[in-house]
């Protein structure tokens, strides 16, 4: 059974810091690739980071420099981010997706705030 758990969402003053973490079971995180999105109320979900099983990383243009996603071991994909804004605010979701056969699995969401 494939399970993704995301943990590290918390409310944070403009300009700080928080690291999400995404736990995988069940999959192989070499064959996946790995997506954080973010949906905050009102707005639809959109991508703000990724990575492949092979390292490469792609950006949304809103978070470029400020966010850093990456593989930690075998089962974790991180979300570092960096010089958080009000804007920032939403849920936000891991996703696992195979490249090959186009199946998709996510996570609940982990919710962050920034607010002063």
């Known amino acids: 059974q494939v399970q993704l758990v995301e943990s590290g969402g918390d409310l944070v003053q403009p300009g700080g810091s928080l690291n999400l973490s995404c736990t995988a079971s069940?999959?192989?995180?070499?064959?996946?690739?790995i997506e954080w999105h973010r949906q905050a109320p009102g707005n639809q979900r959109e991508l703000v980071a990724s990575?492949?099983?092979?390292?490469?990383t792609t950006y949304a243009d809103a978070v470029k420099g400020r966010f850093s996603i990456s593989i930690d071991g075998k089962k974790t994909v991180n979300l570092q981010m960096n010089s958080l804004k009000p804007d920032d605010t939403a849920v936000y979701f891991c996703?696992?997706?195979?490249?090959?056969?186009?199946?998709?699995?996510w996570g609940r969401g982990t919710q962050v705030t920034v607010s002063s």
């Open positions: 990575i492949t099983g092979s390292g490469t």
């Open positions: 069940g999959i192989t995180l070499k064959i996946y690739s």
């Open positions: 996703k696992a997706r195979n490249p090959y056969s186009g199946q998709n699995y």
